[in-house]
């Protein structure tokens, strides 16, 4: 019985911990073309991509080919806003590293549009340092108005948690394919803050990328990508 209970209690903990969301630095690669932040991108050692990712308020992780633990070497960092739970590739990257931020559990979004016909509905947030305590957990994002008061805090929206937004909608899924970000310092009327939280779970903040068709045309009829046909009706258009 005793053997049992002792088999039954790792069970849980392995699920336990298999569930649980990294946080730091792990060994792993961020698949490229979803919530990028490629602005923030380069050449630095691992230390710098820390502390600019956990003082930017819209930054939830970055990933890089290389060992984490030689933090004197330059990386090829590469930024992203939200940083998946389930679907960073460790299999075959180990030779990668990823990091998720520690210091917050969201990501704060400013000056950005939301697409119309998005379900969300009106709620109330008692602080803007932690906006989802106290909310159902399956709450994953936040849309902020009328904030004008303390939007220009970008760099530690914490400063600020004593001004409560005007209006606040809550979404219990969103997409960033619906999130327009507007160009830096030029305000536009209709413009929100958004706040997403990082450790979201069953796929409730997504991506969806365009549709692109990968074939090209000759008099009508698709070329297929092998290689040689698109390289010999190039040579027939030339």
């Known amino acids: 019985m005793k053997t049992l209970l002792v088999l039954w209690a790792v069970a849980v903990v392995a699920v336990a911990a298999k569930s649980k969301p990294k946080v730091g630095f792990y060994a792993g690669r961020v698949p490229p073309g979803r919530f990028e932040y490629d602005k923030l991108n380069g050449w630095m050692t691992t230390k710098e991509a820390v502390e600019i990712c956990e003082r930017n308020?819209?930054?939830?992780?970055?990933?890089f080919k290389g060992a984490y633990k030689l933090d004197d070497q330059n990386y090829e960092i590469y930024f992203f806003h939200y940083v998946e739970h389930e679907i960073n590739e460790t299999t075959n990257y180990y030779h990668w590293s990823t990091y998720r931020v520690k210091t917050r559990q969201h990501i704060t979004l400013n000056d950005v549009k939301l697409k119309g016909g998005i379900l969300a509905e009106e709620i109330k947030i008692k602080s803007l340092e932690k906006p989802f305590d106290g909310l159902?957990?399956?709450i994953v994002a936040l849309s902020l108005e009328d904030t004008q008061e303390w939007s220009s805090h970008n760099d530690n929206v914490a400063e600020c948690n004593e001004v409560v937004p005007n209006s606040v909608r809550s979404f219990k899924s969103i997409d960033f394919s619906d999130i327009e970000f507007l160009p830096e310092g030029s305000p536009v009327a209709g413009s929100v803050t958004v706040m997403i939280k990082l450790y979201a779970k069953n796929?409730?903040?997504k991506h969806t990328l365009p549709a692109i068709d990968r074939c090209c045309k000759w008099d009508g009829n698709p070329i297929e990508f092998d290689g040689y046909s698109v390289q010999y009706f190039l040579r027939q258009i030339n």
């Open 203 to 205: 796929n409730a903040v």
């Open 136 to 138: 159902p957990s399956d």
């Open 57 to 63: 308020p819209a930054c939830g992780g970055f990933t």
